[in-house]
């Protein structure tokens, strides 16, 4: 595992109710949520709309029983605030923030690209977290001050260090004024940059832009559960994680994201600076 940054030290979090730790606890959570997601991938599932382009599954409310059941039987004193049910609050400081399935829409068509999200904040820091891909069994998971891995590998973000070289990845949300803005940004970034991707799991495409995957990644209209993991991991990757908005470092209520090295960060802000985009 890759070491901590200098002015970090590892975070000392409790152990669950049979002595595991919490970054165990989330990736065996995760896990177990994604072998269940996988089994019931291209089968027949019932779909929801909780908007105009926002989907839900029977298999997305499966799938967060599972990790709810399993990670308050170890925790249960956590707080939770989980993508498909009402946050609870808890008799701890610490709160688990899950996503079932991150990139619903990708799992619902027969896109074999989702994951699943598990993560330990206190307040809005998140302290560890995993984002476990279950078609390709990846789990990207960090704790505070320990490093990010990739199946237990450290990761890093990318050390490209010229935008025009950079591939960047960006998703659109489902707010449709603020996704139309984007576009157009994106428009008149192009062909400046080498190339976008568009993959449909905003959690998924941060813990790449982590590893060094893609080059860079940004997002305008995101919840808790879609970052939880992913900034940590890309903190803990030596990646810069700014909100979007204030661009002050993001944390786990920031609506969105930038996230890359400092290098392509400044080079993106340079781009953009006055687009309506940034001023959302």
Same mark, same amino acid.
């Given at each position: 595992?890759?070491?901590?940054?200098?002015?970090?030290?590892?975070?000392?979090?409790?152990?669950? $109710?049979? *002595?595991?730790?919490?970054?165990? +606890?989330?990736?065996?959570? &995760? =896990?177990?949520?994604?072998? !269940? #997601?996988?089994?019931?991938?291209?089968?027949?599932?019932?779909?929801?709309?909780?908007?105009?382009?926002?989907?839900?599954?029977?298999?997305?409310?499966?799938?967060?029983?599972?990790?709810?059941?399993?990670?308050?039987?170890?925790?249960?004193?956590?707080?939770?605030?989980?993508?498909?049910?009402?946050?609870?609050?808890?008799?701890?400081?610490?709160?688990?923030?899950?996503?079932?399935?991150?990139?619903?829409?990708?799992? $619902?068509? *027969?896109?074999?690209?989702?994951? +699943?999200?598990?993560?330990? &904040? =206190?307040?809005?820091?998140? !302290? #560890?977290?995993?984002?476990?891909?279950?078609?390709?069994?990846?789990?990207?998971?960090?704790?505070?001050?320990?490093?990010?891995?990739?199946?237990?590998?450290?990761?890093?973000?990318?050390?490209?260090?010229?935008?025009?070289?950079?591939?960047?990845?960006?998703?659109?949300?489902?707010?449709?004024?603020?996704?139309?803005?984007?576009?157009?940004?994106?428009?008149?970034?192009?062909?400046?940059?080498?190339?976008?991707?568009?993959?449909?799991?905003?959690?998924?495409?941060?813990?790449?832009?982590?590893?060094? =995957?893609?080059?860079?990644?940004?997002?305008?209209?995101?919840?808790?559960?879609?970052?939880?993991?992913?900034?940590?991991?890309?903190?803990?990757?030596?990646?810069?994680?700014?909100?979007?908005?204030?661009?002050?470092?993001?944390?786990?209520?920031?609506?969105?994201?930038?996230?890359?090295?400092?290098?392509?960060?400044?080079?993106?802000?340079?781009?953009?600076?006055?687009?309506?985009?940034?001023?959302?």
């Amino acid at each position: 595992m890759s070491q901590p940054a200098p002015d970090e030290q590892p975070e000392r979090l409790p152990l669950s $109710a049979t *002595g595991r730790t919490a970054l165990a +606890v989330c990736e065996t959570a &995760a =896990r177990r949520a994604g072998e !269940l #997601a996988l089994r019931r991938f291209r089968t027949d599932i019932e779909v929801n709309f909780k908007g105009r382009a926002n989907v839900v599954t029977d298999v997305d409310l499966a799938c967060e029983r599972v990790i709810l059941d399993y990670v308050r039987a170890e925790f249960p004193d956590f707080g939770v605030l989980s993508e498909e049910s009402e946050p609870v609050a808890g008799a701890s400081p610490y709160t688990l923030v899950a996503d079932p399935i991150d990139g619903t829409r990708n799992f $619902a068509e *027969g896109i074999p690209h989702f994951c +699943v999200v598990v993560a330990i &904040a =206190r307040g809005d820091e998140v !302290l #560890a977290g995993v984002t476990y891909d279950p078609v390709r069994d990846e789990a990207f998971a960090a704790q505070k001050g320990q490093g990010a891995t990739l199946n237990g590998e450290p990761i890093t973000v990318s050390d490209r260090q010229d935008i025009g070289e950079a591939v960047l990845g960006f998703d659109l949300g489902y707010d449709f004024e603020q996704a139309g803005k984007l576009l157009q940004m994106a428009s008149r970034l192009w062909p400046r940059t080498q190339s976008y991707r568009l993959m449909g799991s905003s959690a998924l495409s941060i813990a790449y832009a982590a590893s060094g =995957r893609i080059d860079l990644y940004f997002h305008h209209s995101l919840s808790p559960w879609d970052i939880a993991s992913g900034i940590l991991l890309a903190h803990e990757a030596g990646a810069q994680v700014l909100d979007q908005r204030t661009l002050q470092p993001a944390n786990l209520f920031s609506p969105g994201l930038i996230i890359s090295n400092q290098t392509l960060v400044q080079q993106f802000l340079d781009m953009t600076d006055g687009d309506p985009w940034r001023s959302l």
